[in-house]
């Protein structure tokens, strides 16, 4: 499909739609169009738009703005569609909640950082900075004086109730409530899972409703672990950015950063050589093993099979080697950089490769062996946490998670970056849907990865690992957005810059926060053993919710 | 062979030609506390060094290797730092629940070794319904587990209590029938006896079908007893951290940890005995020269030796399973051991009236 046809049906169906940009496409919407127009561009049969991608609150100064960038899943378009208020005091936006159901989260995170209210969303409680925390940190003309939030001393109190304000409409006057939903009665059975738990992977924290041993609800609680990354980008330059994405999924590293790269090269304009891209590639896919590897054997653990965790990371092992002969490091590699890597490869990789590509697949049938074969391992993963594609699509959950849902949302097929348009591999989809289905995605991929390693290294062109760029390196002025395949779904980074060396906004689009707030429907009926697997099975990592 | 009592009626003469009359009854009482004490804690002690060990091979690792030879005086070092730690003091719990919970746990456990006959003449408690008290004694644990659950004041204990009573009650049932099924066959409850009259052949081997089926069941129900892998979910560390015994420290969780590793020896003891022969060396009916030969292996070795065997095949399971979701675990046992543990008790009744048996 034309962008031009859909530039033409999205103003046919809101005529006061301003266009800003082509390309990508990019309209500005007046807020109270909002509640109409998201539903239609949704449900629209030429649009199609099911697909929240990313969602960024932007402050521009006169205006608090908000960025909803959509994708159709059916026809592959992208569009970016923008609103805003220029009421400082009292920001209101409409909620998307109801069209998109990964706004949820996402206005949230809004709110918090931008102190924007979204009229009626169910829960505008702060998603992670603390409920007493003063200012809005993203905003420009945000405080960061240490004397206004002073490092607190007191635990922070649990606060039960969520504020909701609905929108009352009688003819021209609009009146907005506010209500209070409760999270947790007083009578509730309530444990926390978290934010200290073998089963989180980190410092994440699930209040969980209990009825003896059956999950009512959870309700998520984040930012244990935040660091404002977003913020900090904001006076960092371009160069110095790069290091804090190998922190946000740290066992993306190079995933993540391979995004921010092609995000600023693309802004630049500048072409990496094919060598860079061979490299980049082929790190990316060594990642891939590496986190799935280590998925295998915490997911495992998490259902009590704990001999497994040592084969898994026996095996990781030989990976986190290569990068370090190659990279320097072992974890957080800080390898990619603008226009290319920070060194060559090392000569011994290529043989390295070659026979962890050959041991690898002996090994996994000994995993299936010990494990996946296992009758106790079977009934605790099929049929458990049910994610339907329609759920997948709605919240957003990509990667081998969405994949295992049905919806085939690999970016390495559908967007091609690096060398993936050259090399033969297949994406893993499956459409069961449970913990089984999203386990097997994954060690499936494993085999894929292998596969596009094989045709890679011994075609890795000779050239140079690194492009000149200037010593200060300014984006000109305007908006990009660029995505990867992480190991756990689309990562994404969208940039909005005004000419400076400093990003005016970074936003990463983080694949563990859809994931995370589906851990509520699915876990709900099933058993606190359920809420683990299913934890263990979308495989998120805290660091990349919190950012 | 080597008979143990030889040993015992010298200490006791001695005693009664040293000491006056009314003095020599406490006196055995004390040596026969003491020995079994010094016994337990070092039985708890190599066995916790065998399951690391045991651990570490399944892994891929070489397991404790610095503190002595191979590590063995790993486990010692450890129960010092154990016993050297603090007992911390947690707000809000019922004290008086909360402190009494670990000695039921170690009584309980305590109770059921010294049923244990280890080997020829080296039984404590041997009395004619000396089976209905090595159950009796060892159901008892399980009220210390809901105590400690109950009165921690814990969310995490309370589940995993919950879940520990729900289990340990199920699998009690099965425990009880499968030694049932053994005591119909050898038409006795005192555990000398039973050892005794394997002389001719171990019960698994002359029992034949109904025995395997039991013994069977009596590992996994006895796994379950014991709250080890793939049936630990009341401590289950990737849940609930570590259920009931969470809010412990120091000794006192010491004391759940020592009885974990107790009632594991005390399962496989039993289950040697009722279905291997306890101490009873491997006798062939008609090969004499054979069974002599055997006999020549001392007593005790057998004992241990078979237990060892025993406890290697429990700590497979769990380094091997995956953990069962509660429900799982109820349903195993209601809708599938329970049944066919009450059919196999038939059979066995079958087998014993029309002598089918060898």
Redesign the interface.
């Given at each position: 499909m034309e962008k031009k046809s859909i530039k033409e049906i999205v103003l046919e169906l809101e005529p006061e739609a301003e266009v800003r940009s082509e390309q990508p496409f990019t309209v500005w919407v007046p807020p109270y169009r909002i509640p109409l127009l998201a539903p239609r561009l949704r449900d629209d049969e030429a649009l199609a738009f099911d697909f929240l991608v990313c969602m960024t609150g932007v402050d521009e100064g006169e205006t608090l703005d908000v960025v909803y960038l959509l994708r159709s899943t059916r026809h592959g378009h992208e569009m970016v569609l923008r609103t805003g208020t220029s009421d400082r005091e009292n920001p209101e936006l409409p909620s998307v909640v109801e069209v998109w159901a990964t706004a949820n989260l996402n206005e949230r995170e809004v709110y918090d950082f931008l102190g924007i209210r979204f009229i009626n969303h169910p829960d505008m409680r702060r998603l992670f900075l603390r409920n007493d925390w003063v200012g809005y940190p993203l905003r420009k003309d945000y405080n960061a004086d240490p004397a206004v939030n002073p490092v607190p001393l007191e635990s922070e109190e649990t606060v039960d109730v969520a504020p909701m304000y609905e929108a009352h409409v009688e003819g021209d006057n609009v009146d907005i409530e506010e209500k209070e939903n409760v999270v947790f009665g007083d009578e509730e059975?309530v444990?926390n899972i978290g934010p200290q738990?073998?089963?989180t992977h980190g410092v994440l924290r699930f209040r969980v409703q209990?009825d003896?041993?059956i999950v009512r609800k959870v309700d998520v609680n984040c930012g244990y672990i935040h660091r404002g990354i977003e913020k900090m980008t904001e006076s960092l330059t371009y160069p110095q950015t790069l290091a804090l994405t190998d922190r946000l999924d740290y066992l993306s590293a190079h995933q993540n950063r391979h995004a921010l790269c092609m995000c600023i090269e693309e802004a630049l304009g500048l072409e990496v050589s094919d060598r860079v891209k061979y490299i980049r590639t082929i790190m990316d896919e060594l990642t891939r093993i590496a986190s799935h590897l280590l998925f295998w054997s915490t997911f495992?653990?998490?259902?009590?099979?704990?001999?497994a965790?040592?084969?898994g990371f026996?095996d990781r092992e030989k990976i986190l080697d290569m990068f370090e002969e190659s990279c320097g490091g072992r974890l957080i590699m800080n390898y990619n950089t603008i226009g290319g890597v920070m060194q060559d490869i090392s000569p011994n990789l290529a043989h390295r490769i070659k026979t962890f590509v050959k041991y690898l697949p002996p090994m996994l049938k000994e995993y299936h062996d010990?494990?996946t074969g296992?009758i106790?391992?079977r009934?605790?993963m099929q049929g458990i946490g049910v994610l339907d594609y329609d759920a997948a699509v709605s919240n957003g959950v990509t990667g081998p998670s969405g994949r295992a849902s049905g919806w085939s949302c690999d970016v390495r097929k559908k967007h091609p970056y690096g060398v993936y348009d050259r090399v033969e591999f297949d994406e893993v989809i499956r459409h069961d849907g449970d913990v089984w289905g999203r386990y097997m995605v994954r060690m499936d991929e494993i085999l894929q990865s292998l596969r596009i390693l094989e045709q890679l290294v011994d075609n890795i062109p000779q050239g140079e690992w690194q492009a000149k760029t200037k010593p200060v390196i300014k984006l000109p002025e305007g908006s990009w957005y660029r995505s990867v395949e992480a190991s756990r779904g689309e990562f994404g980074v969208y940039i909005e810059s005004r000419g400076e060396k400093y990003p005016y906004r970074m936003k990463f689009r983080s694949p563990g926060l859809p994931l995370i707030s589906v851990v509520d429907p699915l876990a709900r009926g099933g058993?606190?053993?359920?809420l683990?697997a299913v934890g263990g099975s979308l495989d998120y990592v805290v660091p990349d919710i919190d950012r | 062979m080597f008979d143990f009592s030889v040993v015992t009626e010298w200490v006791d003469e001695g005693l009664r030609s040293w000491l006056p009359e009314g003095w020599v009854l406490p006196v055995e009482f004390f040596l026969i506390g003491l020995c079994l004490l010094v016994a337990y804690a070092i039985i708890a002690l190599v066995l916790i060094l065998y399951e690391r060990k045991v651990c570490a091979a399944f892994q891929c690792r070489l397991g404790p290797n610095r503190v002595g030879p191979w590590g063995v005086t790993q486990s010692v070092a450890d129960m010092l730092k154990m016993l050297t730690k603090e007992l911390i003091k947690i707000n809000h719990v019922d004290r008086f629940l909360f402190n009494l919970a670990p000695f039921i746990v170690i009584i309980s456990s305590v109770l059921a070794f010294g049923c244990i006959p280890f080997a020829k003449g080296l039984e404590i408690i041997d009395f004619n319904v000396g089976v209905f008290f090595l159950l009796a004694v060892s159901s008892i644990g399980i009220v210390g587990v809901l105590l400690a659950g109950w009165s921690s004041n814990n969310k995490y204990s309370l589940i995993g209590a919950m879940r520990s009573g729900a289990q340990m009650i199920s699998y009690e049932l099965s425990i009880g029938l499968t030694i049932l099924t053994m005591v119909v066959f050898s038409g006795s409850m005192q555990l000398s006896t039973i050892v005794e009259s394997q002389a001719e052949g171990w019960f698994i081997f002359r029992a034949h079908v109904p025995a395997v089926i039991a013994f069977v069941i009596y590992l996994i129900a006895g796994t379950a007893e014991t709250n080890r892998g793939p049936f630990d979910l009341p401590e289950a560390d990737s849940e609930l951290t570590a259920g009931y015994h969470t809010e412990y420290s120091g000794m006192h969780f010491g004391f759940f940890y020592l009885a974990e590793y107790l009632n594991m020896f005390v399962v496989a003891s039993v289950a040697a005995t009722l279905f291997l022969g306890g101490w009873m060396p491997l006798h062939i009916p008609g090969w004499d020269a054979f069974n002599a030969a055997m006999d020549w292996i001392p007593s005790i070795f057998w004992f241990i030796g078979k237990v060892a065997v025993l406890i290697f095949v429990i700590m497979w399971f769990k380094w091997t399973f995956p953990r069962l979701r509660i429900d799982q675990l109820l349903r195993l046992e209601w809708k599938y051991l329970l049944p066919i543990n009450l059919l196999n008790l038939l059979l066995m009744v079958v087998v014993v009236v029309f002598g089918l048996h060898f």
């Open positions: 059975y444990v738990h073998p089963a209990l003896g041993e495992c653990m998490d259902l009590g099979a704990l001999t965790f040592f084969y026996r010990v494990f296992n106790i391992a009934q605790r058993k606190i053993a359920d683990i | -």
